[in-house]
């Protein structure tokens, strides 16, 4: 049977020899789409604190970042543990030890975390970027412009790169030793991960500490932890560096 699909790359990569990772769009792999962001500030981290109920029906995918200093932002690995997801809603988690309002800003994503997933590998071949004229394709957004000259207007844009998905799943409880799992790209891709401790009904963010950790080289995602705990992860197409 014969394959029907549609693929873009990023503008000056050849569509036919690019490598995945230098696409915009592939109907091959599956892509991120935010369901909703926002920022939130918890007025009283002692306390829990509903952020935002999604109902999707399924444990989402979500990033938080925070805004600890002012005019940067990073992930909010110091409250990693903070921010719980579940099918209906994200939720803060008060901690006795903290004090004071924080404010953070926070992406939910339409992927589920319980998802099995392995995309195909068809090429990991770096090329160079070349001149084949003004070529690409772009999508606007519903009640934006084509012409808009603001990349966040739009769905995909050629001229700027879209994270595209490789691999997702869950690995867990036990881990006597650290699970390796192969994702066949050739290089240390980007990837993100995140953690359960009640049987897979709800997650939290993950940050790297000496019990749970969380990697990626050449050939494996390194998953390991000590706890009875699940941990799904996320893998992307995209080099964590490229070379």
């Not at 401790?197 to 019990?211: G, I, Q, Y």
């Not at 000590?226 to 995209?238: L, P």
Request: aromatic share 16%; hydrophobic share 35%.
């Amino acid at each position: 049977m014969t394959t029907f699909g549609a693929k873009a790359s990023q503008l000056g990569y050849e569509v036919d020899e690019c490598a995945d990772y230098e696409l915009t769009f592939s109907s091959e792999f599956p892509m991120l789409k935010i369901e909703h962001q926002g920022s939130v500030t918890i007025t009283d981290s002692k306390q829990n604190q509903d952020i935002y109920t999604h109902n999707l029906g399924y444990i989402p995918a979500f990033w938080v970042f925070d805004n600890k200093d002012s005019g940067k932002s990073r992930l909010a690995n110091l409250y990693s543990y903070n921010f719980v997801v579940n099918s209906t809603k994200l939720s803060w988690v008060g901690d006795p030890s903290l004090s004071g309002a924080h404010t953070f800003y926070y992406f939910i994503f339409r992927w589920n975390l319980l998802t099995e997933f392995t995309g195909a590998v068809i090429n990991t071949e770096q090329t160079s970027q070349g001149s084949y004229g003004d070529y690409g394709i772009k999508v606007a957004k519903s009640g934006k412009s084509i012409n808009s000259l603001d990349y966040r207007d739009y769905v995909i844009h050629s001229n700027c790169k879209s994270p595209i998905i490789h691999m997702t799943g869950v690995v867990g409880p036990y881990f006597p030793t650290c699970a390796l799992i192969p994702h066949y790209l050739g290089y240390a891709p980007l990837f993100f991960q995140w953690i359960s401790d009640d049987n897979k009904n709800s997650f939290k963010l993950m940050a790297k500490s000496p019990e749970e950790y969380v990697g990626s080289d050449e050939t494996y995602i390194i998953i390991c932890s000590i706890d009875n705990t699940y941990i799904s992860y996320m893998v992307f197409k995209d080099p964590m560096y490229i070379g």
